[in-house]
């Protein structure tokens, strides 16, 4: 016998939820990609992304997913045998900066470890040292998916500015891009990546790259650029086929316009302050849980979380079990652990995280509490009791005040 059956909910860290308002607007026949509605609303989705990501400055749609955008990105900013300073918080910083590092960048690393963010301080200390302002880029994740800790991207600004350093701040917000709060220009940030499965709703395969002036002077040198990753066709375009250097992806770009209406009609800081209040109900849920048991938040100042996702340590082989349990039993669907170094547990089965972004209320989050309640008591793995009333007593407390 099985609880599973009916409509399954999806906890994990992108792919998110897709609303059935996009999914209908993507029902449809292959349109006409030389004229009529799809191609007037190119220049509306454009500029309502730049809304989402705070920007005056320059966006760029690229068929892909958040890899792509990463290459885009690199692409237009940096030569063979130029430098760059990668911030690390977690697995993600490493894969972007392996990829500059193979198309023949020097990259070095500034290692914060996976349960704490970005150190302003020593990001300072870092290019004080660089005399020659050898450094072009300074490149980091405001939210590392695999960790769940968030960045204080202003802080990092300021911090560059303060020893005078000419640096383009170049920042990864993939995982958290219309969850945690971002302001591009009030921040200082030249460059920015982002993609359509998480916090915008739709199905993965839109890469989104925003640039700003200063960015785009560097991509008058960058010999990295080719055709299709060249960012300028793409935000003045002379005809539409050079929005996407070719087919348009048609029905991706019916389903992002749905959902940036959707967050328009919500409105952006009533959005993030929706997946704040969402989010402090499952880190009290978890914290409750930890108090009789070995249920951990890896990131233990709740200041240091994201809104987006949700990181816990509870021990090898109990990450797994929990997880195999709740979608063979429940019908939901919880994300892995990632290559969080673990010499003891190289497999990440210690490990599980829970997504929260995106297309997600209160009944979602209290669901999927009530189920990993269920799979800790059916597993026989410890936990304190109170959990869900604790979730609870934050949803009443937020939506009260």
Partial sequence: MTLSNGRSCLAIPGPSVMPD????????????????????????????????????????????NGHAAWEAALSNVFSRGDRALTLSTGRFAHSWTGMARRMGVTVDILE??????????????????????????????????????????????????????????MVDCIACLACDRFEMDGWGVDVMVA?????????????????????????ETADCVTEYWDWRPRTTPANFSQYFDGTAPTHHLYGLREALDMIKEEGLEAVWERHRALAEAIWAACETWGQGGPLEMNIS?????????????????????????????????????????DPDDPGNDGYFRIGHMGHVNAHMVLGVLGVIEAGLRANGIPYGPGALSAAAEAIADRVGR
């Avoid at 292959?30 to 809304?51: C, R, T």
């Fill in 21 to 64: 308002r996009v999914l209908r607007a993507m029902h449809r026949a292959a349109p006409n990609i030389y004229s009529g509605a799809l191609v007037d609303m190119v220049p509306g989705i454009v500029e309502d992304l730049k809304l989402v990501a705070r920007t005056r400055h320059h966006a760029a749609i690229y068929i892909g």
């Fill in 112 to 169: 914060f470890g996976k349960r704490a963010p970005v150190d302003p301080r020593a990001v300072a200390e870092a290019l004080e040292a660089d005399t020659a302002h050898e450094i072009k880029a300074v490149m980091c994740v405001q939210v590392d998916t695999s960790t769940s800790v968030i960045s204080d991207i202003a802080a990092i600004r300021a911090a560059i500015d303060s020893v005078g350093h000419p640096a383009l701040l």
């Fill in 301 to 341: 100042d709740r200041a240091d979380r994201s809104n987006a996702v949700t990181t816990l340590r509870i021990g090898a082989p109990r990450g797994t079990q929990l997880r195999e349990w709740v979608e063979a039993n429940a019908g939901v669907t919880l994300g892995i652990g990632l290559e969080m170094g």
């Fill in 195 to 219: 993609a359509s499965q998480k916090g915008l709703m739709t199905p993965p395969g839109l890469a989104l790259v925003f640039f700003n002036e200063k960015a785009d002077t560097a991509r």
